[in-house]
């Protein structure tokens, strides 16, 4: 249960770096409200996961895959660009990440 927590916090992790965008800088009401449920929701599923998970794997997962999400969604919805060295970058971190998954014994 612990790896489905850390893998809902890693995309709640997407969405409050996403929606930092769109807050424009806390500006915006709504943008600005759903980033900030979606940071305490994180970091709380975050925690839960981290009793049973070592906390280097956790933590170091729930970035990658907030790494892995926003930058796929900036290039997606932000324009951001999509060139060889930004997505082999982006599958050393994806590599990085299951290479941790399989290297816990939890």
């Given at each position: 249960?612990?790896w489905i927590?850390?893998i809902v916090?890693?995309?709640?992790?997407?969405?409050?770096?996403?929606?930092?965008?769109?807050?424009?800088?806390?500006?915006?009401?709504?943008?600005?409200?759903?980033?900030?449920?979606?940071?305490?929701?994180?970091?709380?599923?975050?925690?839960?996961?981290?009793?049973?998970?070592?906390?280097?794997?956790?933590?170091?997962?729930?970035?990658?895959?907030?790494?892995?999400?926003?930058?796929?969604?900036?290039?997606?919805?932000?324009?951001?660009?999509?060139?060889?060295?930004?997505?082999?970058?982006?599958?050393?971190?994806?590599?990085?990440?299951?290479?941790?998954?399989?290297?816990?014994?939890?």
């Amino acid at each position: 249960m612990a790896w489905i927590f850390l893998i809902v916090a890693g995309l709640l992790e997407v969405v409050w770096a996403i929606g930092l965008k769109y807050s424009e800088g806390f500006t915006r009401f709504w943008p600005s409200v759903l980033t900030i449920i979606a940071m305490i929701i994180s970091m709380g599923l975050l925690g839960i996961a981290m009793k049973s998970l070592p906390a280097g794997t956790a933590y170091s997962i729930w970035v990658g895959i907030g790494a892995v999400g926003t930058v796929v969604l900036g290039i997606a919805l932000l324009g951001e660009p999509a060139n060889a060295a930004r997505l082999i970058s982006v599958g050393f971190i994806i590599a990085g990440i299951i290479g941790l998954k399989l290297a816990t014994p939890v």
